[in-house]
Every structure is written in C-alpha cells, then in structure tokens.
C-alpha cells in the first residue's frame, strides 16, 4: 500500500496554507473557502483535512487506518464518523465538478479527477454560508421561489445570527454554523428567508423573526431557537435541542431539520388566516402540536392540544385543518367507545377548513384520514383533484404515494414520493417513505445513501429504521433484512431470533425450520409478516394464508352494515403493500389471494382505477386474468 512512514496527524495550523486545486474547485485552507464555477462554500474542518489527504494522494488509494490517523489524531473514531466525512466530501464533488471520491472495498478511498461535466445548481447553504461569513453586513436575500406549501405565499422569516454564552469554540461554532443551515433548509421547504445581521434586522419587513442562543455543557451543546413575531414581539415558536459534544459538527443542521420540519408545513397556513389573524399563544399550541407529532411521536397529546386549540380559533384554516388531521393519525389511541364522537367532530373540522381555504390543497386530506380505507377509489379521485387546485401542495403527493403503494401501483407511488419530498425535503416522514420506496424499488444504494444522510439529519428517529426494514421486506429482500437487523434497536418491531431463523431457513429452504419459528406465540407483526411471505415461498401456502387471515381481516362491509362502525374497530387499517409488492408473488399465485384482495376494497379500486403493476407490462402475472373476469 502507499503508505507515509511514519503516520503524522495534521493540526488545522500545520496544514499547507496555500490554496489548491482539486477538480473544478480552488480551495483556501486559510478561510476553508472553496470557489467553483456555480459558486462558493465554506468547507469543514475535518472535511478539509480529509479532502487534502485524498488530494495530496491523488489517483492512490488512502487507507481508513491512515485517514484515522492523519485527520483524528490517530484517534479511535467510529465507522460512522469516517463515513459522514467521505459523505460530505461527496457532496462537495458533486457542487464543484471534476473529481469523485471512489470507494476501493475492503481498503479505503481515493479521489480521482473526472472529465467536466454538467455542474449542479449552487445550494442555497453555500451562497448563504460565502456572503454571511465573510463579514458582509447587509442582509442577505436568499433568492429561493416561494410557493411550494400551498395556495398563499408563506410569510418571510428572518433569520438572525445565534449567540452563544461563552468564548467556548464549540458553542461558537454552532452559533455560527445554525443560522446558515437553517436559512438553507428552510428556503428549500419553500419557505422565503432572510438571513440578516443584527443590525439590518431593525430595518427588514419581515412577519417573523428567527433567532438562537447556543451553550456547551459538561456533556453535550444545547441550543434554543425561537421565532417572534414582528409586529407584537410575541413569541410564536420555541424549540429547545441538544447533541452529544461528539455529534457537535451535525448539530447545526440537525437543528435546521428540525426548524424546517416544523415550519415548513404551516407556513402557507399562516397566510391562509390572514383575514382571522391567531392569537399568538394559540399559534404557538399549534407549533407545539407539530412538534410532538413530528419528532416525538405522540399524536395522543398533539390531538389534545388541537383539540382545544380548534374550539378557540373557530374561523382558522390552520386550527381546524390541525384538529382534522391529528385525529386522524390518533384515532387508534382514543378509547373505542369515543372514537365515533371524536371522528364526527373531525370530519365537521375537516369540512371547515375546506369551506375557509379550498384552494388549498392540504385541506382535502382529512376526507381521507377519517373515513375506511376501503374507500380508495373516491379517495385517490379527491387527492388528483387536490393536486389539479393546488399543483404546489406539500402533503397530498405523499397521501396518494401510500394509498398508491398499498394498491401494488408502486411505480407511480415511488415518483409522488419523490414529488412530496422535493416539497419538504427535511420531513422525517418523507425521507423515511422515500428510503422504503428506493427498497422496494431495488435501489438500495440509493436507499443507503439516503439512509444516511437521513440519520445524520434525525439520529433519533427510529422510523428511518423500521421504514428501511419493510421496505427489504416488500422487496423480498430478505438477506439485506439480516445484514440490517441490530437486534437490540429493531427489538420493539420484531422478534431477533426468530427473524435469524427465518432467513436462515430461506436460504437453505428448510421448510421444517422456517415453520418452527413461525410457530412461537405471541410473535409481532413485521415478523409474522415475514412468515407469510416466506412459508408462501417455501411451498406451505395453507399457513400463510391463515397468517394472512389474522393479518388482514375484512375492511370491506357486507352489504348493508355500517361502514364506520368497521372501520373504527381497527382504525389503524392494514396496509396491504406487502400483498402487491414483489415479496408477495407467490401468494398472489394462490386463488385464495382473490378473496383476500376482495376483503380490502382492492378489487373495487383495480376494477375503477387500473390494475396493479403485477398485472402492467408484458408479463402480467397468472393472477391477473382472474382479477380482470371479478
């Protein structure tokens, strides 16, 4: 190997201070400024020092152990560590053209210099992170169009710059990182920013001001953002945020997602109510309702603040559309015998905020929510029409994605949820629907690779997980499923060794073994799900339809009974992706797979809205010509 004898670990003041060249960049590892045709950024400093240990070495390959001790200090540093520098550096290729960063297996990396290409636009971070930082003191428009989360434009922010309470480098770097992230992620959540000097603040016309204070604890960097508004100098919005002083160097951008995500969705919303302006506290129970249903996952107590928030704020878009859709994502966890009352009172939200802003198409979604999922035809008819009103609307791609995905049409799923996740390309959610469609899809270096970024973003979001998960298992993909599994994380979704099991089995097709670990009691849904699929491969096709009886009891309703009261004993519905995904061949090549279909409304929507993908194309599968005759 080309290795330097001995391994000397470079300090930022002993790296070379004259600016080089790599690919279409000129780089200054003075400033750390680096210039390229479609614009300029301010690289990090172990990015940097990464980026001169490749480029110093071009064309050879460099050693993990070597860039450990080159740029760490010979430190012990984490897989994950090296991976998100490689990541970043990655990333900066492809901003500024002529080189790449090649992974040679089993060994390390090496940068090599490609032929000119077409460049990517310049990101909003680098223009905001080159003006911001080189002591300009204007503000700084960032020329980002509004209009993608709705009807109205959403209110401008300003964004001002972070304080932090000590001369402690971390902090400051935080406090100088988080303005720059959070200008970037917003502006491409369509949200209109400025990012602004204390000084120029005074004399911008912005509704919102945004600003931050940064500290370093013993442990861990703690930041809380909040935004004021303007005119009343009310606080509208406050976050707090804390990181491992390990995890410094993301911090500012996890911050920036988390912003993004709260606010992206509501900014359009807030203009909706212009003519019934909200009082501040009320908006801010709204955020506060986001907030908990985005990051922390408790719907329960986002519909309760909702709830009383709706009462107080009749004649709001926002409050009532807010009602509307926290119930339907709780209505699982509000006690049977009120469910019917707290459905009615949401659909009445619903149908408020439709009749108060119906040009905005978020508002069709809750007609959706709170309704059977047998309905899929009339509700895929009301999304396009949602989608024809308002091209620009956020949410509704990514509903008609799922719907689309759980009725086999995984192609047309895979490009609205790419559509929703250009809208807000920070939300936990989609990211997490789009990592699940790359799997399905059998892209799974592109689920990989933004996995990664994904958790870089939301360390601690473990539906980024579990989303991956199902998405292999849909895929039939069941080898990545155990190379994946960390048996302590994935403990609350699955059973380990009973998974283990199962794939072993799968492999060697030991029928014997895989119906032994099928048969424990108790077993949870993503692994009984992978019984089905798997005993369906292994030829025992009476035990997987009999898990698939428990899996997918009939959503459809005789004849005469009542729809709701169904529906609202299983509100959570059952997603029947894994039927129609490619995992689920071999039970779609049983007759009985037409009666389960039947059972969920599937038929009714293939026989209105067009078949399954199973049943597209040039070789449609056996199934379909049974599916065609029902």
């Not at 080159?70 to 090296?82: A, K, Q, S, T, Y």
């Amino acid at each position: 190997m080309n290795r330097p004898a001995p391994w000397r670990s470079m300090s930022m003041a002993e790296l070379d201070r004259r600016p080089f060249k790599v690919g279409g960049a000129i780089v200054d590892p003075v400033s750390r400024d680096a210039t390229f045709a479609s614009g300029s950024e301010r690289l990090q400093p172990q990015t940097l020092k990464v980026l001169m240990t490749l480029a110093g070495r071009q064309g050879a390959v460099v050693t993990r152990d070597e860039l450990v001790h080159l740029c760490w200090d010979g430190r012990i540093v984490g897989e994950d560590v090296i991976n998100r520098s490689i990541s970043l550096l990655r990333h900066f290729a492809e901003r500024a053209g002529g080189f790449t960063i090649e992974t040679v297996p089993r060994t390390g990396y090496r940068l090599v210099e490609t032929a000119a290409r077409a460049l990517r636009r310049r990101t909003l971070a680098a223009a905001a992170g080159a003006l911001a930082l080189t002591g300009i003191g204007a503000a700084i428009w960032l020329n980002q169009p509004a209009g993608k989360q709705g009807a109205p434009p959403a209110p401008t922010i300003t964004v001002l710059p972070f304080t932090a309470d000590s001369d402690d480098p971390v902090a400051k770097q935080v406090a100088q990182a988080a303005p720059v992230s959070l200008s970037h992620m917003l502006s491409e959540s369509g949200v209109p920013i400025v990012l602004a000097t204390s000084a120029s603040a005074r004399n911008l016309s912005s509704a919102y001001v945004l600003s931050g204070h940064v500290r370093r604890t013993a442990t861990s960097v703690e930041a809380t953002v909040h935004m004021d508004e303007r005119r009343g100098g009310r606080m509208a919005f406050s976050h707090d945020f804390s990181a491992p002083l390990n995890r410094s160097w993301d911090f500012p951008d996890q911050i920036g997602a988390a912003v993004a995500a709260d606010l992206a969705w509501t900014g359009a919303e807030m203009a909706l109510d212009e003519g019934h302006p909200l009082d501040p506290q009320i908006a801010s129970e709204l955020m506060k309702s986001i907030t908990l249903t985005i990051e922390q996952h408790e719907s329960l107590r986002a519909y309760q603040i909702s709830r009383r928030v709706s009462a107080l704020a009749p004649n709001s878009a926002i409050a009532q559309l807010s009602l509307a859709v926290t119930t339907g994502f709780t209505v699982a966890s509000i006690p049977e015998h009120d469910r019917a009352e707290a459905v009615a009172a949401a659909r009445r939200a619903g149908d408020r905020a439709l009749a108060l802003a119906p040009e905005f198409g978020d508002v069709y979604i809750p007609a959706c929510l709170l309704r059977s999922p047998v309905r899929m035809a009339e509700c895929d008819a009301r999304l396009r029409k949602a989608m024809r009103i308002d091209p620009s609307t956020s949410f509704v791609p990514g509903y008609l994605s799922a719907l689309l995905y759980n009725a086999g049409r995984i192609d047309e799923a895979a490009q609205l949820a790419q559509v929703s996740l250009a809208n807000d390309p920070y939300k936990p959610a989609k990211l997490a629907r789009m990592i699940r469609m790359f799997e399905v899809t059998g892209r799974s270096d592109e689920a990989e690779r933004l996995f990664q970024e994904a958790t870089r973003l939301w360390p601690d979001m473990p539906r980024l997980r579990s989303s991956r998960l199902l998405g292999m298992a849909e895929r039939g993909n069941y080898a990545a499923i155990g190379r994946f599994v960390d048996p302590q994380t994935e403990a609350a979704m699955l059973d380990p060794s009973a998974v283990k099991a199962l794939i072993a089995a799968q492999r060697t097709r030991d029928l014997p073994r895989a119906r032994r670990a099928c048969g424990a009691s108790g077993l949870k849904h993503f692994t009984l799900s992978l019984c089905m699929t798997m005993l369906a491969d292994l030829g025992d096709r009476d035990r997987a339809f009999a898990i698939a009886g428990s899996l997918y009891p009939a959503s459809l309703a005789p004849p005469g009974a009542d729809e709701d009261q169904l529906w609202l004993k299983h509100p959570g519905g059952y997603a029947t992706a894994l039927l129609n995904a490619p995992a689920g061949k071999s039970m779609r090549a049983d007759p009985r797979f037409v009666a389960l279909a039947r059972k969920q409304g599937l038929l009714a929507y293939w026989l209105k809205e067009g078949p399954p993908d199973f049943c597209r194309g040039a070789q449609p599968e056996p199934v379909c010509a049974e599916l065609s005759r029902r």
